[in-house]
Protein backbone atom coordinates (compact mmCIF):
# COMPACT_ATOMS: atom_id res chain seq x y z
CA UNK A 1 0.00 0.00 0.00
CA UNK A 2 1.31 3.75 -0.64
CA UNK A 3 2.44 5.78 1.84
CA UNK A 4 1.78 9.08 1.87
CA UNK A 5 5.48 10.14 1.06
CA UNK A 6 5.49 7.80 -1.91
CA UNK A 7 2.05 8.67 -3.04
CA UNK A 8 2.58 10.28 -6.71
CA UNK A 9 1.96 14.84 -6.00
CA UNK A 10 -1.35 15.80 -6.69
CA UNK A 11 -0.44 19.31 -8.00
CA UNK A 12 1.79 18.24 -10.91
CA UNK A 13 -0.40 15.42 -11.96
CA UNK A 14 -3.26 17.31 -11.47
CA UNK A 15 -1.84 19.90 -13.97
CA UNK A 16 -0.05 16.97 -16.59
CA UNK A 17 -3.92 15.52 -16.35
CA UNK A 18 -5.11 19.59 -17.34
CA UNK A 19 -2.41 20.23 -20.12
CA UNK A 20 -3.55 15.96 -21.58
CA UNK A 21 -7.37 17.14 -21.44
CA UNK A 22 -7.04 20.44 -23.08
CA UNK A 23 -4.94 19.00 -25.82
CA UNK A 24 -7.13 16.14 -26.49
CA UNK A 25 -9.99 19.28 -26.53
CA UNK A 26 -7.93 20.93 -29.00
CA UNK A 27 -6.85 17.85 -31.32
CA UNK A 28 -10.48 17.10 -31.61
CA UNK A 29 -11.60 20.83 -32.63
CA UNK A 30 -8.72 22.39 -34.49
CA UNK A 31 -8.31 21.11 -38.58
CA UNK A 32 -9.11 21.37 -42.16
CA UNK A 33 -13.24 21.25 -40.86
CA UNK A 34 -12.64 23.62 -37.40
CA UNK A 35 -15.17 22.88 -34.52
CA UNK A 36 -15.95 25.87 -32.03
CA UNK A 37 -15.83 24.45 -28.55
CA UNK A 38 -19.52 24.79 -28.23
CA UNK A 39 -20.16 22.81 -31.14
CA UNK A 40 -17.55 20.27 -29.44
CA UNK A 41 -19.33 20.41 -26.50
CA UNK A 42 -23.18 19.97 -27.77
CA UNK A 43 -21.67 17.10 -30.29
CA UNK A 44 -20.07 14.81 -27.29
CA UNK A 45 -22.72 15.83 -24.94
CA UNK A 46 -25.08 14.12 -27.53
CA UNK A 47 -23.25 10.99 -27.70
CA UNK A 48 -22.19 10.31 -24.26
CA UNK A 49 -25.65 11.04 -22.82
CA UNK A 50 -27.35 8.72 -25.21
CA UNK A 51 -28.89 11.06 -27.52
CA UNK A 52 -27.40 9.69 -30.12
CA UNK A 53 -26.11 11.98 -33.03
CA UNK A 54 -26.19 15.71 -33.40
CA UNK A 55 -28.03 17.75 -34.97
CA UNK A 56 -24.97 18.49 -37.82
CA UNK A 57 -23.98 14.64 -39.23
CA UNK A 58 -20.60 16.10 -40.91
CA UNK A 59 -18.99 17.19 -38.12
CA UNK A 60 -20.18 14.26 -36.37
CA UNK A 61 -18.23 12.05 -38.54
CA UNK A 62 -15.71 14.21 -38.78
CA UNK A 63 -15.20 13.91 -34.59
CA UNK A 64 -16.17 10.55 -33.99
CA UNK A 65 -15.13 8.60 -37.42
CA UNK A 66 -11.60 10.91 -38.37
CA UNK A 67 -10.22 12.98 -35.57
CA UNK A 68 -11.12 10.89 -32.51
CA UNK A 69 -9.45 7.39 -33.86
CA UNK A 70 -6.48 9.63 -34.68
CA UNK A 71 -6.60 11.61 -31.26
CA UNK A 72 -6.74 8.48 -29.37
CA UNK A 73 -3.67 6.76 -31.30
CA UNK A 74 -1.81 9.62 -30.40
CA UNK A 75 -1.94 9.51 -26.46
CA UNK A 76 -1.74 6.01 -26.60
CA UNK A 77 1.78 6.17 -28.69
CA UNK A 78 2.89 9.11 -26.68
CA UNK A 79 2.20 7.80 -22.86
CA UNK A 80 3.73 4.26 -24.45
CA UNK A 81 7.22 5.92 -25.26
CA UNK A 82 7.14 8.24 -22.70
CA UNK A 83 6.59 5.31 -19.79
CA UNK A 84 8.84 2.95 -21.75
CA UNK A 85 11.26 5.66 -21.84
CA UNK A 86 11.71 6.29 -18.11
CA UNK A 87 11.88 2.61 -17.61
CA UNK A 88 14.93 2.20 -20.23
CA UNK A 89 16.52 5.32 -18.13
CA UNK A 90 16.11 3.88 -14.56
CA UNK A 91 16.95 0.20 -15.79
CA UNK A 92 20.05 1.20 -17.50
CA UNK A 93 21.06 4.07 -14.86
CA UNK A 94 21.09 6.72 -17.73
CA UNK A 95 19.09 9.58 -18.75
CA UNK A 96 20.35 9.39 -22.24
CA UNK A 97 19.06 6.48 -23.23
CA UNK A 98 15.70 6.11 -25.64
CA UNK A 99 13.35 3.15 -25.88
CA UNK A 100 14.54 2.22 -28.71
CA UNK A 101 17.94 1.44 -27.70
CA UNK A 102 17.61 -2.64 -28.11
CA UNK A 103 17.12 -2.34 -31.42
CA UNK A 104 13.14 -2.37 -31.09
CA UNK A 105 12.61 0.95 -33.38
CA UNK A 106 14.90 -0.64 -36.27
CA UNK A 107 13.14 -4.02 -36.32
CA UNK A 108 10.13 -2.37 -36.50
CA UNK A 109 11.19 -0.52 -39.42
CA UNK A 110 12.54 -3.13 -40.99
CA UNK A 111 9.17 -5.42 -40.77
CA UNK A 112 7.20 -2.30 -42.08
CA UNK A 113 9.81 -2.23 -44.84
CA UNK A 114 9.57 -5.65 -45.97
CA UNK A 115 5.67 -5.57 -45.65
CA UNK A 116 5.82 -2.55 -48.00
CA UNK A 117 8.14 -4.27 -50.52
CA UNK A 118 5.95 -7.36 -50.60
CA UNK A 119 2.58 -5.25 -50.96
CA UNK A 120 0.78 -6.49 -47.96
CA UNK A 121 -2.01 -4.59 -47.12
CA UNK A 122 -1.79 -1.99 -44.16
CA UNK A 123 -3.20 -4.48 -41.17
CA UNK A 124 -0.16 -6.69 -42.37
CA UNK A 125 2.24 -3.94 -42.11
CA UNK A 126 1.75 -3.11 -38.38
CA UNK A 127 1.50 -6.77 -37.58
CA UNK A 128 5.24 -7.18 -39.38
CA UNK A 129 6.54 -3.97 -37.47
CA UNK A 130 5.36 -5.56 -34.35
CA UNK A 131 6.97 -8.85 -34.83
CA UNK A 132 9.62 -7.17 -36.05
CA UNK A 133 10.47 -4.83 -33.10
CA UNK A 134 9.86 -8.08 -30.30
CA UNK A 135 12.08 -10.16 -32.87
CA UNK A 136 15.09 -7.71 -32.92
CA UNK A 137 14.34 -7.33 -29.27
CA UNK A 138 14.89 -10.89 -28.47
CA UNK A 139 18.29 -11.03 -30.55
CA UNK A 140 19.40 -8.70 -28.52
CA UNK A 141 18.45 -10.34 -25.26
CA UNK A 142 19.84 -13.75 -26.41
CA UNK A 143 23.22 -12.14 -27.52
CA UNK A 144 23.44 -10.51 -24.58
CA UNK A 145 23.04 -14.06 -22.80
CA UNK A 146 25.35 -16.12 -24.41
CA UNK A 147 28.32 -13.13 -23.70
CA UNK A 148 27.82 -12.77 -20.43
CA UNK A 149 30.43 -10.92 -17.84
CA UNK A 150 29.89 -8.67 -15.50
CA UNK A 151 28.46 -6.18 -17.05
CA UNK A 152 24.98 -6.69 -17.76
CA UNK A 153 23.92 -3.59 -18.74
CA UNK A 154 26.96 -2.78 -20.98
CA UNK A 155 26.51 -5.99 -22.38
CA UNK A 156 22.90 -5.66 -23.76
CA UNK A 157 23.91 -1.97 -24.70
CA UNK A 158 26.54 -2.74 -26.80
CA UNK A 159 24.14 -5.67 -28.44
CA UNK A 160 21.54 -3.36 -29.46
CA UNK A 161 23.59 -0.78 -30.76
CA UNK A 162 25.39 -3.92 -32.88
CA UNK A 163 21.92 -5.23 -33.60
CA UNK A 164 20.06 -2.16 -34.48
CA UNK A 165 23.01 -1.23 -36.88
CA UNK A 166 22.63 -4.22 -38.55
CA UNK A 167 18.89 -3.94 -39.09
CA UNK A 168 19.49 -0.45 -39.90
CA UNK A 169 21.43 -2.24 -42.77
CA UNK A 170 18.35 -4.25 -43.57
CA UNK A 171 16.11 -1.10 -44.01
CA UNK A 172 18.83 0.60 -46.59
CA UNK A 173 18.90 -2.56 -48.51
CA UNK A 174 14.86 -2.85 -48.54
CA UNK A 175 14.73 0.79 -49.64
CA UNK A 176 17.34 0.20 -52.42
CA UNK A 177 14.81 -2.83 -53.82
CA UNK A 178 11.80 -0.87 -53.44
CA UNK A 179 9.67 0.53 -56.66
CA UNK A 180 11.18 4.08 -56.95
CA UNK A 181 7.47 5.48 -57.49
CA UNK A 182 5.56 3.45 -54.87
CA UNK A 183 7.04 1.56 -52.59
CA UNK A 184 9.73 3.74 -51.55
CA UNK A 185 7.75 6.84 -50.94
CA UNK A 186 5.44 4.46 -48.86
CA UNK A 187 8.83 3.39 -46.88
CA UNK A 188 10.17 6.54 -46.11
CA UNK A 189 6.79 8.29 -44.94
CA UNK A 190 6.58 4.98 -42.58
CA UNK A 191 9.76 5.57 -40.93
CA UNK A 192 9.01 9.46 -40.28
CA UNK A 193 6.42 8.49 -38.50
CA UNK A 194 2.44 9.49 -38.79
CA UNK A 195 -1.32 8.64 -37.43
CA UNK A 196 -2.82 9.78 -41.24
CA UNK A 197 -3.37 6.05 -41.58
CA UNK A 198 -4.67 4.75 -37.79
CA UNK A 199 -8.55 3.61 -37.31
CA UNK A 200 -10.46 1.58 -35.14
CA UNK A 201 -8.83 -1.34 -36.05
CA UNK A 202 -5.18 -0.64 -35.40
CA UNK A 203 -6.66 0.75 -32.09
CA UNK A 204 -8.27 -2.31 -31.32
CA UNK A 205 -4.91 -4.10 -32.00
CA UNK A 206 -2.48 -2.27 -30.15
CA UNK A 207 -4.41 -1.23 -27.15
CA UNK A 208 -4.11 -4.70 -25.59
CA UNK A 209 -0.56 -4.54 -26.08
CA UNK A 210 -0.21 -1.29 -24.39
CA UNK A 211 -2.07 -1.63 -21.80
CA UNK A 212 -0.21 -5.02 -20.74
CA UNK A 213 3.05 -3.21 -20.87
CA UNK A 214 1.70 -0.63 -19.06
CA UNK A 215 0.18 -2.34 -15.93
CA UNK A 216 3.46 -4.59 -16.00
CA UNK A 217 5.24 -1.63 -15.21
CA UNK A 218 2.66 -0.16 -12.60
CA UNK A 219 2.89 -3.29 -10.73
CA UNK A 220 6.73 -2.85 -10.87
CA UNK A 221 6.92 0.59 -9.82
CA UNK A 222 8.49 -0.18 -6.69
CA UNK A 223 10.82 -2.63 -7.24
CA UNK A 224 12.17 -0.62 -10.30
CA UNK A 225 13.64 2.15 -8.19
CA UNK A 226 16.25 -0.47 -6.80
CA UNK A 227 17.50 -1.52 -10.15
CA UNK A 228 19.33 2.29 -10.18
CA UNK A 229 21.45 0.37 -7.49
CA UNK A 230 24.06 -1.74 -8.38
CA UNK A 231 23.32 -5.15 -8.69
CA UNK A 232 24.86 -6.51 -5.48
CA UNK A 233 23.17 -3.89 -3.63
CA UNK A 234 19.79 -4.56 -4.90
CA UNK A 235 20.08 -8.37 -4.56
CA UNK A 236 21.27 -8.13 -0.91
CA UNK A 237 17.97 -5.73 -0.77
CA UNK A 238 16.10 -8.89 -1.81
CA UNK A 239 15.43 -8.61 -5.48
CA UNK A 240 16.16 -11.27 -8.18
CA UNK A 241 17.97 -8.80 -10.53
CA UNK A 242 17.84 -10.60 -13.64
CA UNK A 243 14.34 -11.57 -13.61
CA UNK A 244 12.87 -7.97 -12.47
CA UNK A 245 15.41 -6.72 -15.42
CA UNK A 246 13.40 -8.79 -17.66
CA UNK A 247 10.40 -8.43 -17.07
CA UNK A 248 11.29 -4.32 -17.33
CA UNK A 249 12.54 -5.10 -20.40
CA UNK A 250 9.66 -6.71 -21.75
CA UNK A 251 6.94 -4.40 -20.81
CA UNK A 252 8.80 -1.57 -22.11
CA UNK A 253 9.73 -3.14 -25.53
CA UNK A 254 6.17 -4.22 -25.65
CA UNK A 255 4.64 -1.14 -25.20
CA UNK A 256 7.22 0.35 -27.84
CA UNK A 257 6.79 -1.85 -30.51
CA UNK A 258 3.29 -1.63 -30.37
CA UNK A 259 3.18 2.27 -30.20
CA UNK A 260 5.89 1.91 -33.43
CA UNK A 261 3.99 -0.31 -35.39
CA UNK A 262 0.87 1.82 -35.10
CA UNK A 263 2.44 5.17 -35.64
CA UNK A 264 5.92 5.10 -37.36
CA UNK A 265 9.28 5.88 -35.79
CA UNK A 266 8.79 9.15 -33.31
CA UNK A 267 12.02 10.54 -32.12
CA UNK A 268 12.62 12.30 -28.70
CA UNK A 269 9.40 11.48 -27.25
CA UNK A 270 10.67 8.73 -25.20
CA UNK A 271 14.23 10.64 -24.44
CA UNK A 272 12.72 14.06 -23.55
CA UNK A 273 9.59 13.04 -22.30
CA UNK A 274 11.01 11.37 -18.89
CA UNK A 275 13.42 14.33 -18.02
CA UNK A 276 10.23 16.51 -18.23
CA UNK A 277 8.09 14.56 -15.83
CA UNK A 278 11.40 13.88 -13.23
CA UNK A 279 11.52 17.41 -12.63
CA UNK A 280 8.37 17.88 -12.33
CA UNK A 281 7.70 14.35 -9.81
CA UNK A 282 11.39 13.67 -8.84
CA UNK A 283 12.92 10.30 -9.60
CA UNK A 284 11.29 7.86 -7.55
CA UNK A 285 9.19 5.54 -10.27
CA UNK A 286 6.16 5.44 -8.64
CA UNK A 287 5.81 8.82 -9.45
CA UNK A 288 7.68 9.37 -12.31
CA UNK A 289 5.77 6.58 -14.00
CA UNK A 290 2.10 8.35 -13.96
CA UNK A 291 3.56 11.99 -14.75
CA UNK A 292 5.71 10.27 -18.10
CA UNK A 293 2.33 8.65 -19.18
CA UNK A 294 0.11 12.08 -18.99
CA UNK A 295 2.81 13.97 -20.40
CA UNK A 296 3.94 11.29 -23.09
CA UNK A 297 0.50 11.49 -24.77
CA UNK A 298 -0.12 15.14 -23.94
CA UNK A 299 3.30 15.67 -26.63
CA UNK A 300 2.04 13.47 -28.96
CA UNK A 301 -1.18 14.50 -29.07
CA UNK A 302 -0.11 18.00 -29.55
CA UNK A 303 2.30 17.40 -32.06
CA UNK A 304 -0.17 15.41 -34.25
CA UNK A 305 -2.13 18.11 -34.16
CA UNK A 306 0.17 20.73 -35.26
CA UNK A 307 1.60 17.99 -38.00
CA UNK A 308 -1.97 17.94 -39.79
CA UNK A 309 -2.68 21.68 -39.34
CA UNK A 310 0.53 23.72 -39.85
CA UNK A 311 0.98 23.22 -43.10
CA UNK A 312 -1.36 22.53 -46.49
CA UNK A 313 0.18 19.09 -46.60
CA UNK A 314 0.53 16.80 -43.47
CA UNK A 315 4.00 17.39 -41.92
CA UNK A 316 5.76 13.80 -40.48
CA UNK A 317 5.27 13.16 -36.87
CA UNK A 318 9.20 13.17 -36.46
CA UNK A 319 10.02 16.28 -37.71
CA UNK A 320 7.74 18.00 -35.40
CA UNK A 321 8.62 16.10 -32.19
CA UNK A 322 12.48 16.25 -33.47
CA UNK A 323 12.02 20.07 -34.05
CA UNK A 324 10.65 20.43 -30.33
CA UNK A 325 12.16 17.63 -29.08
CA UNK A 326 16.04 18.14 -29.59
CA UNK A 327 16.11 22.20 -28.24
CA UNK A 328 14.71 21.23 -25.21
CA UNK A 329 16.69 18.69 -24.89
CA UNK A 330 19.96 20.71 -24.79
CA UNK A 331 18.25 23.48 -23.04
CA UNK A 332 17.81 20.77 -20.24
CA UNK A 333 21.63 20.12 -20.72
CA UNK A 334 22.25 23.04 -20.30
CA UNK A 335 20.44 23.87 -17.11
CA UNK A 336 21.91 20.70 -15.42
CA UNK A 337 25.43 21.93 -16.19
CA UNK A 338 24.59 25.28 -14.61
CA UNK A 339 23.63 23.25 -11.77
Same mark, same amino acid.
Given at each position: ????????????????????????????????????????????????????????????????????????????????????????????????????? /? @? +??? *????? $??? =???????? &? %? !???????????????????????????????????????????????????????????????????????????????????????????????????????????????? /? @? +??? *????? $??? =???????? &? %? !????????????????????????????????????????????????????????????????????????????????
Amino acid at each position: MATPEHAAPAAPLLLAGALLLLALMGALALGKFPVSPVELAATLGARLLGDGTSADATRDAVIWHIRLPRVLAAALVGAALGAAGAAYQGLFRNPLVSPDI /L @G +VSA *GCGLG $AAL =AILLALPL &A %A !VSALAFAGGLLAVGVVLLAARRTGGHEAVLVLVLCGVAVGALLGAGIALVKLLADPSVQLPAITFWLLGGLGAVGLPDLRLAAPALGLGATLLLALRWRINLLSLPDEEAAA /L @G +VQV *GPLRL $AVI =AAATLMTA &A %A !VAMAGIVGWVGLVVPHVARLLAGPEFSRLLPMALLLGAAFVVVADTLARTLAPIELPLSVLSSAVGAPFFLWLLGRRSAR
